[in-house]
């Protein structure tokens, strides 16, 4: 039919039985989903996979949505901005298979020496080469510093405000650079819960007129 619309919210827990069905209607009514929000407590892992897998015109996917199993979720490869409200179930594994622009990972049970990890990945360029915004809760906020930053150069930065001002940025901006002179600046910040912030600075453009 060719209608769009700018953002569905699917609540798997007012379609029990029915999700299938519901999904196929949205994909054979709407060509493309920009934002898609996934809620629902206790689901089964393959009605929530169905979703995803059904849905794969979606830029923006946020899930809020936990299963029984709670096992690791396939995301759609067309999906740019990745939002897992409900990420017990994320490893490290799984988070260095993504290859989103913006991921934002909350609740998980990843650790400073995880974030570390994924931190020097980013600056040998192993991985994440189109990252513009990560987000991932911390589940130690003391050791940070010491662990997190491990032998990792940096310096240190005057705070600045957040891209959200709910948030309370909460330590000193730490500024870092990838193998290939990319920077980045990581920030430590406070909502509800302490979490990471880091935002690769995208080079400034270069117009053709501009003088040398």
């Known amino acids: 039919m060719g209608i769009e619309i700018d953002v569905v919210s699917f609540n798997m827990n007012d379609f ?19 934002t898609f929000q996934i809620n629902g407590e206790d689901q089964r892992q393959d009605e929530l996979q169905y ?3 059904n849905m794969k015109y979606t830029s923006r996917l946020e899930i809020f ?15 740019e901005d990745l ?10 594994d799984y988070v260095m ?7 934002v990972l909350c609740n998980t049970n990843l650790t400073n020496e995880d974030i570390n990890v994924i931190f020097k990945s980013w600056m040998e360029m192993k991985s994440f080469q189109n990252l513009e915004h990560f987000e991932i809760d911390l589940t130690n906020r003391n050791d940070f510093v010491e662990v997190a930053l491990k032998d990792i150069p940096y310096e240190k930065r005057p ?3 957040g891209p959200n001002p709910f948030y309370a ?6 500024e870092v650079t990838r193998r290939d002179g990319q920077k980045a600046c990581i920030e430590v910040s406070e909502l509800t819960q ?18 040398e």
């Open 16 to 34: 029990k039985g029915q999700c299938r069905e519901i999904v196929d209607g949205l994909r054979s009514t709407f060509r493309r989903i920009p």
């Open 51 to 53: 979703i995803l897998d």
């Open 65 to 79: 949505a936990t299963t029984i199993e709670g096992l690791p979720l396939k995301i759609p490869v067309t999906t």
């Open 83 to 92: 939002f897992i409200y409900t990420g017990s179930w994320i490893t490290l």
């Open 97 to 103: 298979s993504l290859k989103m622009s913006t991921m």
């Open 159 to 161: 705070s600045i405000t």
């Open 169 to 174: 940025q909460v330590d000193t901006i730490f």
């Open 194 to 211: 302490f979490f990471v912030t880091m935002r690769p600075r995208l080079p400034l453009l270069k117009f053709a007129d501009s003088p």
